[in-house]
C-alpha cells in the first residue's frame, strides 16, 4: 500500500451517498421532473458507490472500532469496487452494516425459505413441517381439480359459473357479486373472410391496417366489409368458421400470415429474422404510442423515426411492410390532406418522418385501404370509390357473340361504362368467343353496332381467342402441378357423380397421363372427343360449382376468327379468369346469377398465381312479359313470328331503339337502377314513362285523321285559294321554329270526334282556332270560322288536315307484348304461352309537312300519340311508316285509341 496515499473520512463518504441519494428523491418528486437532471443524479450516485476511485479502505488500527484515517488505494483484486472497500475494512461496507453480495429478489427469497428451513432443522421439527406442506399442496391441488370438474359440468349444463360449493369464501362471494356476469364464450356471428367494424367509429378504430394488408396481399377481393353498430371493435371471421379475430393489428398479422407468403412474408419482414423482429418491434412500438394524444404520438413517432429514415423510405427493409402501415395507423392513418396537413402542423418541417408520411398517404394500398373504411359496408359502390382514388378502375364487358344485345346487356354496358368514365378508368369489351358452334361475325359487328346506338364508345375492343394459346399453357400448367385432370365420363354420369358428390375414378390420375390425353384431346380426333379438362377443387363442397367443374374441351368447328387452329377451347370459367387478370381488369361487374361462380373465378385466379381481380355484382334486367333468353329469341326468329332481331316487338337493343327509345332516357332509366343486388320484374311502362319525358322535348308536333273512319267539316267563310297558318313546331319550345299549315273550306275530322256535335255549339280546331256550328244533319256539319271566338271556353278541342291533294298517306304500327304471362317459372314452356295478337296497323292521312321527315326522326301525332319515322315517305306506292312509341300509359289521354289499348 501507498504510504502517501490520500485518505478520507468514511463518514463523509457516508454522507456523500446520501446527499446524492435525497437530491434524487427532490428531483423525482418535483412536479415536472427533469430527467436529465436526475440521470445525471443517478449517475453520480452509482459512481459514488461502484466506482474505483473507492475501490478499498486501509484500517490503521487493528482494534475492532472504525478509525477515522482509512486510505484510497488503486484497486489490486478482481473483487467489486464495494466488496473490495468491505474487506478492506473488517468486513464492513460503507453503510456501516456486514457486507453480502448483492441478491435478486428470488434469490433472496431463497435464502430466506433456506433460512427458515435451517432454524427448524436446529429446533428439531423439519420433517414434520415439511410432510404439513406436501399435504397441504396436495389438499390444494385436489380442491382446484375438483373445482375444475365443477366448473366444466357447469358449463356443459349451461351455466354461467363454478357451484356455490366450489367458492372459496362468504368475503369471495361477496366480491365476486359485485362483479358484472362474465360472457358466455358464443359461436362469431361473422361468416368466413367477413370483416365487420362499427361505422360510427373514428377512422382510426377502424380495421384500416387489415384493409391494407389484404390489399397488399393481392386478397382484398377474398373478404367481405360489414357494418355491425352494435360491435365496439372490428373482428375478422376466420376461413374456417370457427370463430373469429378480434383487433386491427391482430387481423393484419393473420392475413399477412395467410395470404402474403406465410411467416417469412415481406409484409412480416421477409426471410430475414433480423427484419422480422424489427418488424415485429415497430409494430409493439405502434401499439404501446396509440394510447397517447396524437401530438404526442406524432413527436414520439418521429423522434424515433427520424433516425431510421435517413436512409431508407420504408420502416422495415425495401419495400412497404406491416411495420409502416401499423406506425402510420399510430398517427390516425392520415391517408386524406386534410389529415396530413394536421400531422404536419405538429411535426418539424423537412423531417423524415414528414417524407414517409408523404409517401404512405400516396401508396395506392393506403389510399383503397382508407377509401373502403370511410364507406358503409354492403355499399357496393365503396371499392368503386376506392378505385377512383387509386386510379386502378377498369372495366370489362365480356359479351358473347352469339346473338344480339338486348336491355338487360345494355344494363350491364352502361353501368361498366358510367363507372369507368365516373372513376377515370378504361372499359374494356372483350367477346368471349370461346365456343366456335354458337357464334358469328354477324353478331359480333352487330355488337359493336349496338353500342355505338347506345352512345357507348370502349376504349379497347379484345377478343378471347386473343388469348387461346396464353390460356392453354395455363391449362397444361395446371396439370402438371396437380390441379386439373382429364375425363371421359359420359355427361349424364358426371353430373349424378357431382350431384352426389362423388369422386371421379380419374381424380388421382398422373399427371403424365392427363397431359398425354389432353393432347388427344386437342387433337381433334374422335377417341379424343370424349376427354375434357377438369379443375380438381372440391368434390364435397356445397357449392356445386367448385365440385371440379370442366375447363376444356373438344370442338372441331371452325372457329370464326383462328379458323381450324385450335380443336378444343377453353370454358368461360378458365378464360374470364385468367383474362381479366392479364388486361388488368380490376373490377369486373356481373349479374347475381354469376354469384355461385364468383368462388370458382377466384379460385382459377388464386390456383395461377395470378393478379386478382375485384367482381362486383349486380341484379339482371328482367321485364313483365318478356324472355331475356337468346336462346329463346332465337327461336322467335327461327320460326317466323318477328320480323328479325330488330323486331319492335323484341327486347334487344336494336328492337326498342326501333320503337323509340332515347338514348339519353335508356342511360338515365338503366344507370337509375344501379348496382343494386335485388331482382325485379321490371313494368315496361316505367321504361317508356321514362323515355316520354325525353322526346316530349323536341318531337315535333304534326296531324293525321283517320283514312276510314273520318268526316268532312266545311267552314264557309273559309278562303277557297292556298291559304297557310304559322304555327310552332314544339309550342312548348319556339326555338324549334315554325312550319306552314294549309287551311281550306273543307277540312277532315275523326269520325269519334263528331259524336254528339250540335247545332249552336263552338268547337276549337287545334292550332287554327273557334268554328261555330251551323249545321248537323246526316253526316253533314258546317259551321263559320268564328276569329274573336274564346278558345278556353269551348270543350270539344279536335285534331284535323286540310281536305287537300298534297296530303300524305301513312301506315301507323303499334305492338303488344310477345308472351301473354307476366313472368314464366322456371318450369313452364314459353311455347304455351305466346301472344296471338301482338301487331295491329291504322291507316291515316297525314297533313303534307310529314314528307319532310326522315328516318329515324321522332314527332307527335296531335292526340294520338309519339311515333318513330320507320320509313320516310317515298311517293303514293311506298306510304309514311310510322311505329308508335310507348308513353307509359296504358290508355290514351283523348278518344283516339290504339288497337292494341295504346301498349
Wanted: hydrophobic fraction near 35%; include cysteine.
Amino acid at each position: 500500500m501507498s504510504g502517501d496515499a490520500p485518505t478520507v473520512d468514511l463518514e463523509e463518504l457516508r454522507s456523500k451517498i446520501a446527499a446524492l441519494g435525497d437530491s434524487i428523491k427532490q428531483l423525482k418528486s418535483s412536479s415536472e421532473p427533469d430527467t436529465t437532471a436526475i440521470g445525471t443524479a443517478v449517475a453520480a450516485l452509482l459512481e459514488a458507490k461502484r466506482s474505483c476511485e473507492y475501490p478499498s479502505i486501509h484500517r490503521e488500527s487493528s482494534t475492532s472500532s472504525l478509525s477515522a484515517d482509512i486510505s484510497i488505494v488503486s484497486c489490486d483484486c478482481d473483487a467489486p469496487p464495494l466488496l473490495s472497500v468491505a474487506k478492506n475494512n473488517g468486513g464492513i461496507g460503507v453503510d456501516g452494516k456486514e457486507w453480502q453480495e448483492p441478491m435478486t429478489k428470488s434469490q433472496k427469497k431463497k435464502a430466506e425459505k433456506e433460512a427458515k428451513r435451517k432454524a427448524l432443522e436446529a429446533a428439531g421439527g423439519g420433517n414434520q413441517v415439511s410432510e404439513a406442506n406436501a399435504a397441504k399442496k396436495a389438499a390444494k391441488k385436489a380442491e382446484a381439480k375438483a373445482k375444475k370438474a365443477a366448473m366444466k359440468a357447469a358449463a356443459k349444463d349451461g351455466g354461467g359459473g363454478p357451484p356455490a360449493a366450489a367458492t372459496k369464501a362468504p368475503e369471495a362471494q361477496k366480491q365476486a357479486a359485485a362483479l358484472p356476469p362474465r360472457p358466455m364464450l358464443t359461436k362469431s356471428r361473422l361468416r368466413p373472410n367477413q370483416i365487420s367494424f362499427n361505422p360510427n367509429v373514428s377512422l382510426e378504430d377502424r380495421p384500416v391496417v387489415a384493409l391494407t394488408v389484404a390489399i397488399l396481399a393481392g386478397s382484398i377481393v377474398d373478404y367481405e366489409l360489414i357494418s355491425d353498430h352494435t360491435r365496439p371493435g372490428c373482428a375478422l371471421g376466420l376461413p374456417s368458421g370457427n370463430g373469429e379475430v378480434s383487433g386491427d393489428l391482430a387481423m393484419a398479422r393473420f392475413i399477412a400470415k395467410r395470404d402474403g407468403g406465410g411467416s417469412s412474408s415481406a409484409l412480416l419482414g421477409g426471410p430475414s429474422e433480423e427484419d422480422a423482429a424489427h418488424m415485429d418491434q415497430w409494430v409493439d412500438y405502434a401499439l404501446s404510442v396509440s394510447k397517447f394524444g396524437l401530438a404526442r404520438r406524432a413527436l414520439s413517432v418521429q423522434r424515433t423515426l427520424d433516425s431510421v429514415l435517413v436512409s431508407g423510405t420504408y420502416v422495415v427493409g425495401h419495400a412497404i411492410s406491416l411495420a409502416d402501415v401499423a406506425l402510420f395507423a399510430a398517427l390516425g392513418f392520415p391517408a386524406s390532406d386534410d389529415a396530413r396537413a394536421g400531422i404536419a402542423s405538429i411535426l418539424p418541417g423537412g423531417c423524415p418522418t414528414l417524407r414517409w408520411v408523404d409517401t404512405m398517404a400516396r401508396h395506392p394500398a393506403v389510399a383503397e385501404a382508407a377509401q373502403l373504411a370511410s364507406n358503409v359496408a354492403r355499399n357496393d359502390e365503396a371499392a368503386l370509390e376506392a378505385g377512383r382514388e387509386s386510379r386502378l378502375r377498369h372495366d370489362a364487358v365480356p359479351p358473347e357473340p352469339s346473338g344480339y344485345l338486348h336491355v338487360g346487356h345494355a344494363k350491364a354496358v352502361l353501368l361498366n361504362n358510367y363507372y369507368a368514365r365516373r372513376y377515370n378508368g378504361r372499359l374494356i369489351v372483350r367477346f368471349d368467343d370461346t365456343n366456335p358452334s354458337k357464334e358469328k361475325d354477324e353478331y359480333q359487328t352487330s355488337i359493336i353496332e349496338d353500342l355505338a346506338k347506345i352512345g357507348v364508345k370502349p376504349d379497347v375492343v379484345t377478343f378471347t381467342s386473343d388469348y387461346f394459346e396464353t390460356i392453354r399453357l395455363y391449362a397444361l400448367s395446371m396439370i402438371e402441378n396437380g390441379l386439373a385432370y382429364m375425363d371421359d365420363t359420359p355427361q349424364e354420369q358426371m353430373q349424378d357423380e357431382r350431384m352426389k358428390r362423388q369422386n371421379s375414378k380419374y381424380r388421382d390420375q398422373t399427371p403424365a397421363d392427363a397431359l398425354k390425353y389432353f393432347e388427344l384431346m386437342c387433337s381433334g380426333s374422335d377417341e379424343g372427343k370424349a376427354w375434357c379438362l377438369r379443375a380438381k377443387i372440391d368434390m364435397t363442397s356445397d357449392n356445386g360449382t367448385l365440385r371440379d367443374p370442366v375447363l376444356y374441351r373438344q370442338n372441331t368447328t371452325p372457329h370464326h376468327r383462328s379458323g381450324t387452329k385450335y380443336k378444343a377451347y377453353p370454358t368461360y370459367d378458365l378464360a374470364c379468369p385468367i383474362v381479366d387478370s392479364i388486361e388488368g381488369v380490376s373490377h369486373a361487374l356481373r349479374t347475381t346469377e354469376y354469384d355461385d361462380r364468383n368462388a370458382q373465378f377466384m379460385w382459377v385466379q388464386k390456383a395461377l398465381g395470378l393478379r386478382r381481380v375485384r367482381i362486383q355484382t349486380f341484379a339482371r334486367m328482367n321485364f313483365m312479359y318478356t324472355v331475356m333468353s337468346k336462346r329463346k329469341l332465337t327461336w322467335f326468329v327461327d320460326t317466323g313470328r318477328v320480323t328479325g332481331w330488330d323486331d319492335p316487338r323484341f327486347p334487344t337493343v336494336r328492337g326498342v331503339s326501333r320503337r323509340g327509345i332515347d338514348v339519353d332516357a335508356l342511360k338515365r332509366f338503366m344507370c337509375s337502377q344501379g348496382a343494386s343486388r335485388r331482382i325485379v320484374n321490371m313494368e315496361w311502362s316505367k321504361f317508356w314513362a321514362e323515355n316520354k319525358k325525353e322526346i316530349d322535348k323536341y318531337a315535333k308536333r304534326f296531324m293525321a285523321i283517320d283514312k276510314k273512319n273520318h268526316a268532312e267539316l266545311t267552314i264557309t267563310n273559309a278562303g277557297d285559294g292556298d291559304e297557310y297558318l304559322s304555327t310552332e313546331y314544339l309550342p312548348k319550345d319556339p326555338s324549334f321554329g315554325k312550319r306552314l299549315v294549309r287551311t281550306a273550306k273543307k277540312v277532315l275530322v275523326e269520325k269519334v270526334d263528331t259524336e254528339g256535335m250540335e247545332v249552336g255549339e263552338s268547337i276549337v280546331l287545334v292550332r287554327w282556332g273557334v268554328v261555330k256550328l251551323t249545321k248537323v244533319e246526316d253526316g253533314v256539319i258546317e259551321g263559320v270560322y268564328d276569329p274573336d271566338g274564346d278558345v278556353k271556353a269551348s270543350k270539344r278541342k279536335i285534331s284535323w288536315i286540310a281536305d287537300v291533294p298534297e296530303n300524305v298517306n301513312v301506315v301507323l304500327s303499334e305492338f303488344d307484348n310477345l308472351i301473354s304471362k307476366e313472368k314464366l317459372e322456371e318450369d313452364d314452356k314459353f311455347e304455351d304461352f305466346i301472344n296471338p295478337d301482338t301487331q295491329a296497323e291504322t291507316e291515316v292521312i297525314g297533313d303534307p309537312g310529314l314528307k319532310t321527315l326522315n328516318e329515324n326522326d321522332i314527332i307527335q301525332l296531335e292526340r294520338r300519340g309519339y311515333y318513330r319515322v320507320d320509313r320516310p315517305y317515298m311517293g303514293s306506292g311506298k306510304p309514311l311508316m310510322l311505329i308508335m312509341v310507348p308513353d307509359g300509359k296504358t290508355k290514351s289521354m283523348s278518344k283516339l285509341d290504339g288497337k292494341l289499348a295504346h301498349r
